[in-house]
């Protein structure tokens, strides 16, 4: 029996939680969903995926579909396309090659097929179909020139696996976090996570704050951002209403050591932040410079007038 899973707890936390992607020209408007998703494959099975495509604009388009390899920024999990594609698993039938034709508000889809072999090496795919739209005989030398503009990408992840749930490996690779800080200024931090198996896994733990005492002073859930296999990312906290925002923690002054403490999943990291009014300091040393060459000045004119 050929079996296809779909992964949908993954769709939303690969990139930015969208459920469409859209390319704005004047006159025009491409709507592509979903916009990523993430589907598993058996060895030995085939599967299909289908896009949905809109042109909610008031000129007629037409929309050439292209398949393309893509990778990770390493830290935002922006895809980066990459040129072509070596995923051998996809029936590469005559839908890949004919432009699409859409009337004004028309829609089409557009679906992909896959056959997997038995024995299939247990990889993840990353994949982005990317759609160039331009107007019925316009010169696709100006569209070639001009890659990004009038496109819209749908990227799908497709996991082939034998396995029921592909083993997760999360480590820290990084704290991102200084060893001083100014008593004035904030303590920032950027843990980087790395994922050392070949499917991709969510992100969960916490960062925690300790003072010089070893009170807790703060302590920040990490949001679920998906990392996809043998890739970095660097993690993110989030509010109670579940945003996404950065490591920072505030106070009007700091002094001492503050220990940060990183937990994902089986994995803590620690290190300690010093901080000190550096800015206090520097302004000290400068004042006391100031005031010995404010002083030798004086002297020496001093000295000038006695002549």
Not at 286 to 302: D, E, H, P, R
Request: charged residues 15%; aromatic residues 10%.
């Amino acid at each position: 029996m050929k079996k296809c899973i779909i992964i949908t707890t993954l769709v939303s936390l690969f990139f930015v939680a969208k459920t469409a992607a859209s390319a704005q020209e004047v006159g025009f408007t491409l709507v592509v969903s979903p916009a990523q998703s993430y589907l598993k494959i058996l060895p030995g099975n085939k599967a299909s995926h289908t896009i949905s495509l809109e042109n909610s604009g008031t000129e007629t388009l037409e929309v050439s579909p292209k398949v393309l390899d893509f990778v990770t920024d390493g830290k935002t999990g922006i895809p980066i396309l990459l040129g072509k594609t070596e995923f051998a698993y996809l029936n590469l039938t005559d839908a890949l090659y004919q432009p699409i034709t859409l009337a004004p508000h028309g829609k089409a889809q557009l679906t992909l097929s896959f056959t997997v072999p038995p024995g299939a090496k247990n990889k993840e795919y990353p994949l982005s179909i990317l759609f160039s739209a331009h107007k019925p005989g316009s010169d696709q030398t100006e569209l070639d020139a001009s890659p990004v503009t009038g496109s819209v990408v749908s990227n799908l992840v497709v996991l082939v696996s034998d396995e029921s749930e592909a083993t997760k490996k999360l480590t820290l690779s990084t704290l991102g976090a200084p060893r001083f800080v100014d008593s004035f200024s904030n303590i920032t931090f950027a843990p980087v996570i790395k994922n050392e198996a070949y499917a991709a896994a969510i992100a969960s733990g916490s960062a925690t704050l300790y003072n010089w005492q070893g009170k807790q002073i703060a302590d920040f859930p990490i949001y679920p951002d998906s990392v996809l296999g043998f890739s970095t990312r660097e993690l993110r906290s989030y509010t109670t209403e579940l945003q996404p925002r950065l490591f920072v923690y505030k106070a009007p002054f700091l002094l001492g050591p503050y220990k940060l403490e990183v937990q994902i999943d089986n994995s803590t990291e620690q290190i300690l932040i010093f901080a000190l009014p550096f800015s206090l300091l520097v302004a000290a040393g400068l004042g006391g410079i100031t005031y010995v060459l404010y002083t030798k000045l004086a002297q020496s004119i001093t000295r000038g007038k006695k002549l």
